[in-house]
């Protein structure tokens, strides 16, 4: 929160993977800092096709029953990944479990950028972004796939949580495979109520499709930085939400309340 207010930014969403366990640390520091939190969520999902997808959820309900249910599902189901890709890795680097967790924080879902942690600190690879676009990539025979929802019940369960969801970098082919059409729309029909457009990993004729795909349906555009700490080169405020959407998110979001 401090570093939000040092970059300039007047709001900041926390967004962690598949946890909510920071809301309340966030929470005190944004207002002593003087920055306007709107607690959230990034759900990690994955289409029948065996797709990544990752789906924001801003201003949600952390104790809806059917929501918390699916995503504890989905904790675990990272933890026992990790866990056999920790197994592979120490086939043939210098890696073990305990490696691994020395870099996980307290309450933080377990998953690849801690693994990538490790690797960097064993001096496998230079950071994070070497990491993933090689030894963690999905094409990686290290790479193990885990349960996950299917995105369009995620942005149900988001909406009956009171929560704004949000497709999140629908366009980072970088990442791995993207999605086609029907997902979008399986996804708009189950309730989508926006896309994140302004992000780094989104070409910008990705970019355009998405402009145009929210203005035939009505979906709000949102920007992010996808700070992940030093560990990555993105940086907070690089991309930006305008004002007018922020308001939109904090009047659908009735889970849980922008904290001021």
């Known amino acids: 929160m401090a570093a939000a207010a040092a970059a300039g930014l007047n709001v900041i969403a926390l967004t962690d993977h598949d946890s909510t366990d920071g809301w309340e640390e966030a929470s005190r520091a944004a207002i002593d800092d003087g920055v306007a939190l709107v607690p959230g969520m990034e759900i990690s999902c994955r289409t029948e096709h065996g797709i990544s997808v990752h789906l924001l959820s801003y201003l949600h309900d952390p104790t809806h029953p059917g929501l918390l249910e699916e995503i504890t599902k989905a ?7 990790a866990e056999r890709m920790v197994t592979l890795l120490a ?30 600190a064993a001096g496998v690879v230079a950071d994070r972004s070497e990491a993933f676009t090689s030894i963690l990539t999905s094409h990686s025979r290290y790479f193990v796939q885990h349960y996950a929802p299917e995105p369009a019940l995620a942005v149900e369960l988001v909406r009956a949580a009171g929560g704004v969801p949000v497709f999140a970098h629908p366009v980072a082919s970088a990442r791995g495979r993207i999605v086609g059409e029907s997902t979008y729309h399986n996804m708009i029909d189950a309730g989508l109520a926006g896309l994140e457009v302004n992000h780094r990993d989104n070409p910008e004729e990705g970019r355009e499709f998405l402009r ?20 990555k080169p993105n940086r907070l405020g690089e991309n930006l939400t305008a004002p007018d959407v922020f308001e939109r998110i904090e009047e659908l979001g009735t889970g849980t309340a922008v904290v001021r």
């Open 75 to 81: 904790r675990e189901a990272r933890l026992t990944r």
């Open 91 to 120: 086939e043939d680097y210098p890696l073990s479990w305990d490696d691994v967790i020395h870099h996980v924080a307290p309450g933080a879902t377990l998953g690849r950028p801690h693994i990538a942690d490790a690797l960097v």
């Open 212 to 231: 145009k795909l929210a203005a035939q349906h009505g979906l709000l555009v949102t920007g992010s930085s996808d700070y992940h700490g030093l560990g």
